[in-house]
């Protein structure tokens, strides 16, 4: 069974950081594109950032390009997002996805349940 | 940046059909995907790739496409199926970055 759990959330103040981790189980986890999609409270999915199997490749939406990075390590079938200089707008519940990644597109075949990131002072 | 846009509520009534549309200029050339949500739940994916169904999910549950328009099509409506359903697919420009509708709100009446 595909199992991805996240944690790692908690209360932040404005420009600080903070580390996610995404533990795996169930699939070939260095197999598998990964991402990180976050929900502001009472809001939509956003995609964060994916990352390839192998790490190579990484790619972010604009708003956190520069302040967030994402990673991963197979050996111990982990992914994780470091997020720097965090903002109010940065507050929501972040998942873990598994990613397909076929014909040149992501999409998420398997969620974590998520873990909140409130950033307040 | 690159927007699909979603019709932000549709209502049924039980055993209905409801059809719920999502638009985009890139989509003749990018898959789509749907996803249910339902609250304090993670998401679901419901449709891949347009039209294919994951294993799982009811055969009440299909995806169509047509030009800069794809449609999640629920045929015979339950009170299970009320949730947000959120439409997915990439931007064309070969940056590989995923971009999600706004979300649609599903009420059974």
């Known amino acids: 069974e595909v199992q991805l759990v996240e944690s790692g959330g908690g209360l932040v103040q404005p420009g600080g950081s903070l580390r996610l981790s995404c533990a795996a189980s169930g699939f070939t986890f260095s197999s598998y594109w990964m991402s990180w999609v976050r929900q502001a409270p009472g809001k939509g999915l956003e995609w964060v950032a994916n990352i390839k199997q192998d790490g190579s490749e990484k790619y972010y939406v604009d708003s956190v390009k520069g302040r967030f990075t994402i990673s991963r390590d197979n050996a111990k079938n982990s992914l994780y997002l470091q997020m720097n200089s965090l903002r109010a707008e940065d507050t929501a519940v972040y998942y873990c996805?598994?990613?397909?990644?076929?014909?040149?597109?992501?999409?998420?075949?398997?969620w974590g349940q998520g873990t909140l990131v409130t950033v307040s002072s | 940046s690159y927007e699909l846009t979603q019709p932000p509520s549709v209502s049924v009534s039980p055993g209905q059909t409801a059809r719920i549309t999502c638009s985009g200029d890139a989509l003749p050339k990018q898959y789509a995907y749907w996803y249910q949500q339902k609250p304090g739940q993670a998401p679901v994916l419901v449709i891949y790739?347009?039209?294919e169904r994951p294993s799982g999910i009811p055969e009440r549950f299909s995806g169509s496409s047509s030009g800069t328009t794809v449609t999640l099509t629920i045929s015979g409506v339950q009170a299970e199926d009320e949730a947000d359903y959120y439409c997915q697919s990439a931007d064309s420009s070969g940056t590989y970055r995923v971009v999600f509708g706004g979300g649609t709100k599903l009420t059974v009446l």
């Open positions: 790739k347009d039209s």
């Open positions: 996805a598994r990613d397909p990644f076929e014909y040149s597109s992501s999409y998420f075949d398997y």
